[in-house]
């Protein structure tokens, strides 16, 4: 008798099922997300070596979020920023933000979507403004670009200025600006054309504490008077511990995040690991140093609980 006659026979129709299982729960995930962010892989090429920035990552944010993104240099934060903002395409994976596709869409979708979906701040204040430009003109300058007439620029910019704080600022160009002034400017030109989402990159990064506090208000009250989802990449431990959500990349990967709720001294805080869409999940280092953690551990299921140990018997059987 042939050996493949006593080999288990392949349920194809459980396969299927299982198949047809997965795909619904692909096509489900991020179901009402404003961005989505299913293993998205980023390589880029350089001199024949090619670097993973990010590896896999998962990300959701629901519309009106106000969220921090924090990780070490090189974890991969800017990289997805770059892709969210329409300025990077990812390699691979699903990347969504409101009804674009940005692994498929093309140049005029892409310049409209970064004309009226997105708004971006960038760290260095000389980038978001024009320096020839007082504070009103620059924050018409994108609702020019979107055709918008001379009464509804001039007066969507006086609606921003006075809702960011700075409505004196009004007709004082960029070199006549304090750093935490022309930030707010340039949130109010990342406004201007009622955007879902405000991405930005380090906006406190090179501001005092005292300007810094200013600008995170700005961003929370546009957060929270204009509904506009706000999704911060910063180092500012002032910044990232006050915001509702923090989201942690290690290794072009979301690994954890902070839930915060409540204000004042009834404020609660509660952090989790992230198990990713590929049943992954980062340990704290701290944690694998604290139980000596490498290369193998032992998984056990208990009620309601998943252990992981090291593999000490491996290792005392190669000692013996």
């Known amino acids: 008798m042939s050996s493949d006659a006593s080999a288990p026979a ?51 944010v629901a519309p009106g979020e106000l969220t921090a993104i ?14 969210l903002s329409g300025l990077d395409r990812p390699t691979a994976g699903r990347a ?17 979507y970064r004309r009226e979906t997105v708004g971006f701040i960038w760290q260095q204040t000389g980038r978001n403004l024009l320096p020839y430009l007082d504070a009103t003109e620059n924050i018409e300058t994108p609702l020019r670009l979107a055709g918008k007439r001379g009464g509804a620029r001039r007066e969507r910019a006086r609606e921003l200025l006075n809702l960011l704080g700075i409505g004196y600022c009004a007709d004082r160009r960029p070199g006549q600006l304090s750093g935490g002034e022309q930030q707010r400017v340039a949130i109010g030109v990342a406004l201007a054309n009622r955007p879902k989402v405000v991405l930005a990159d380090e906006p406190t990064g090179e501001l005092d504490t005292a300007s810094a506090e200013t600008v995170f208000q700005a961003l929370r009250t546009a957060n929270e008077q204009l509904g506009v989802a706000v999704l911060i990449v910063t180092h500012d431990e002032n910044v990232s511990t006050q915001v509702p959500r923090t989201v942690q990349i290690r290794d072009g990967r979301t690994s954890s995040e902070v839930r915060r709720e409540g204000v004042g001294a009834d404020r609660r805080a509660q952090e989790y ?17 604290a139980l000596g953690l ?24 190669s000692a013996s």
Not at 22 to 34: H, I, K, Q, S, V
Not at 42 to 55: C, D, T, W
């Open 10 to 60: 392949v349920d194809l129709a459980g396969l299927e099922r299982e198949a047809e299982a997965e795909a619904r729960r692909r096509t489900g995930y991020g179901t009402g997300a404003l961005i989505l962010c299913d293993r998205v892989v980023r390589v880029y090429a350089a001199e024949g070596i090619e670097v993973q920035a990010l590896q896999g990552l998962d990300l959701q």
């Open 273 to 289: 690991a992230l198990l990713d869409r590929a049943g992954r999940i980062q340990l704290p280092a701290d944690y694998i140093a």
């Open 96 to 112: 969504r933000v409101a009804d674009h596709d940005l692994l498929t869409m093309k140049g005029r979708e892409r310049l409209r």
């Open 294 to 317: 490498e290369e193998r551990v032992r998984l056990g299921l208990e009620p309601e609980q998943i252990t992981v140990r090291a593999d000490r018997n491996d290792d005392q059987e």
């Open 70 to 83: 924090v990780g070490a240099s090189g974890s991969g934060k800017s990289t997805l920023l770059n892709i």
